[in-house]
Antibody
């Protein structure tokens, strides 16, 4: 059974950093394209970043230069390093598996999400 | 950047009735369009991809249609568990979501 479990969210001050983790089971993270998607409180969904099976990474303009997506193949875990956090980064962050290998894809499996709150 | 616009923002429907949700893309996305259902406190669930292909385990009362810039999600006979927020997502050019349509009980 495919499962994605996020962790690492919490309260952080503006300008601070946080690293989110997404532990996968039932499939191999490194063989798939994996994304982070976020949802601000009461708002819609926003794609944040993707890492390809080959290791290439891409980001939404809103987080480029501040966030870094990575993975640990030995732990079958996806990460999102978030630096220079802003109030507008406050959201539930979901990791999700891309259904396709391509520059665009729907997401067939999602984690339960982890809440990041940026506030002083 | 492709902008996805969903309408209406809220749809009030009685159980057993049909619900029709719309999604429009600012430029053609071919058939690279997905629909998701999200209930409060839960992650989104993939319903439809390729504009009209139901994902694994999705009931036949959910159907998708359209191509290019105009898409529709139809729920043929609303069940109690279908009241939720629905999002469309294009994946023709990276990934972008619509703002959602809330389907509420009339």
């Amino acid at each position: 059974e495919v499962q994605l479990v996020e962790s690492g969210g919490g309260l952080v001050q503006p300008g601070g950093s946080l690293r989110l983790s997404c532990a996968a089971s039932g499939f191999t993270v490194s063989s798939n394209y994996m994304s982070w998607v976020r949802q601000a409180p009461g708002k819609g969904l926003e794609w944040v970043s993707v890492i390809y099976s080959g290791g290439s990474t891409y980001y939404a303009d809103s987080v480029k230069g501040r966030f870094t997506i990575s993975r640990d193949n030995s732990k079958n875990t996806l990460y999102l390093q978030m630096n220079s956090l802003r109030a507008e980064d406050t959201a539930v962050y979901y990791c999700a598996r891309d259904l396709y290998y391509g520059s665009g894809s729907p997401f067939d499996y999602w984690g339960q999400g982890t809440l990041v709150t940026v506030s002083s | 950047e492709i902008v996805m616009t969903q309408s209406p923002a809220t749809l009030s429907v009685s159980p057993g009735e049909r619900a029709t949700l719309s999604c429009r893309a600012s430029q053609s996305v071919s058939s690279n369009l997905a629909w998701y259902q999200q209930k409060p406190g839960q992650a989104p669930r993939l319903l439809i991809y390729g504009a009209s292909t139901r994902a694994t385990g999705i009931p036949a009362r959910f159907s998708g249609s359209g191509s290019g810039t105009e898409f529709t999600l139809t729920i043929s006979s609303l069940q109690s568990e279908d009241f939720a927020v629905y999002y469309c997502q294009q994946y023709n050019n990276w990934r972008a979501f619509g703002q959602g349509t809330k389907v509420e009980i009339k």
